[in-house]
């Protein structure tokens, strides 16, 4: 139906790289996160959007006009533009693989790194299509450069078909999504826009209207030293309390033994010497409630712990990172209606709406004021060597939000 742009957009965007870096305190994280947003305003711009700018935060703006008469909401479609941090995002040399068959990949830069159907549910449904990957030794992007490619494509659609009516579409492209910063230092009064999708989600024709709570934890232990040939009575090391604690998490409360509606407590990571040490932790669960009991329990264990070593002390302190979406969308239904119904147009007869066992920007600008379910962007097996994305679920993610513009045109 239309001539898409996203497989070109994204093969170029992957090779920029955007890590984000959680222990950097500037806003972006890193500069290079800039590299690839300058190049989407000079892209922006030569399609005609003559307001896209980059802004000193690291933020994409970016309006495409309204072409109807009719008072419609503005929209904004939103997509990060970092990669994880927990994988290489170095040197990316994406690979296309036409015509899945329904093969095993294997990528060449490293053999052992194998994306199997068996593992990969998805790749039943992309016989026949054309699948890229990385080449085995960083992850690929697609989370979230799908959804960049996506919105660009789309908005290369709106303005070059002026038939398709829609009100004002307000672009946001934002760094630090993946260390939980992304919208942090966002302008919303300059955003101005009422209703918002991120474009960030995996299996094609899903929407998410639900994610996660979710609190950071760390926990300071202050050991006593003393030298370890005259130590006997002396010494409370505090590695081996802060490996104490860690070894009380129950099994129950972590990610690799909980699913669904089930949330977890999550070291993340462990440092520190004899005399201090540092655990940090992510808290996740569907109800605010639940998560306040995480923060009880993990208080318990540290408490629970410590008795065993008078002289020695431990802080925790736990922050807020997001809240669940659900909360704001079940207040704006509409907002979800018109995703599913786009979803449908572009040809998903039995759309799906799920929660996710994560987080998006969305999460947060939704309590920001700016209702903003998550719409697929096809990306799979993200933060890992074995991600990969389909070029027809970009353009399929790419449609739906074309279909959504005409719709919150259509509707009101």
Known sequence: MYQHTAKERFLRYVQIDTQSDPNSPTTPSTEKQKNLSRLLVEELQAMGIADAELDEHGYVYATIPANTD??????????HV???PDCSGAGVKPILHPNYKGQDIVLPDDP??????????DLAHQIGNDIITASGTTLLGADNKAGVAAIMDAAYILLKHKNLKHGKIRILFTPDEEIGRGVDKVDMKKLGARYGYTIDGETAGSIEDET??????KITIHGVAAHPGFAKGKMENALKIAARIVAKFPDKLSPEHTEGKQGFIHPVSFEGNLESATVRLILRDFSDGGLKRHGKTLQRIVDGVMKNFPNSRAEVQISEQYRNMGKVLRRHPHVVTYAMEALQRAGFEQPLKRSIRGGTDGSRLSFMGLPCPNIFAGEHAFHSKQEWVSVQDMNKAAETIVHLAQIWEERS
């Open 212 to 217: 996660f709570s979710a609190d950071g934890a």
């Open 70 to 79: 009719k008072k419609v909401p503005v929209i904004c479609f939103c997509s």
């Open 82 to 84: 970092d990669t994880s």
């Open 112 to 121: 052992s790194v194998v994306i199997r159907k068996s593992e990969h549910e």
